[in-house]
């Protein structure tokens, strides 16, 4: 559900500063990690005792200087009672900015760790084929068999050794 709102928030602010400024709004936006790291800064956020102006003026003071669309930005989003927001809205920015430059992140997924020869030749073939640029990160699991996800573009593709044997045996039971 969050992810959901963060998108429109996202959304509403690319629509409103343009897709050239979205680097430095992320930049700007982002001078708040550290705060939105600590578990006081989430209490102070969580607390229904403290007003949401003075929320909104906290996170103001954290982030600084910015022009009026992103200090209007973070007062919509104190009166809303969303500024837990802000890190899932600079990740859906990130997103944006990434399908802008059409650059997306492959995530692979195996038991054993494939060599960095082998990893180039996956994502230098998979790039070419979605015509994208490609960053291909490998994730080690107990899973058997192999598992490519580039979510941003909603392409997964998958061989697992169960399900090829699961496969095998109807295909086997079928032919009799």
Known sequence: MRELVAKRYAKALVEALGEDRLASTLE???????A???EAFQEMLASPQISKTLKGQVVLDV????????????????DKNRLELIPDVCKELEKSIAATRNEYVAVLTTQEAFDDKTLKAIEE???????????LSQKREEFEGVKLVVEDLGVEVSF????????LKNHILKAF
């Open 36 to 38: 939105f790291g600590t």
């Open 63 to 78: 982030l600084g200087d910015g022009e009026a669309k992103l200090l209007n930005f973070i007062k919509v989003l104190a």
């Open 160 to 167: 697992s050794r169960e399900r090829f044997i699961n496969d």
């Open 28 to 34: 700007w936006l982002k001078g708040s990690e550290s």
């Open 125 to 135: 073939t998979l790039a070419k084929k979605l015509q994208a640029k490609l960053v």
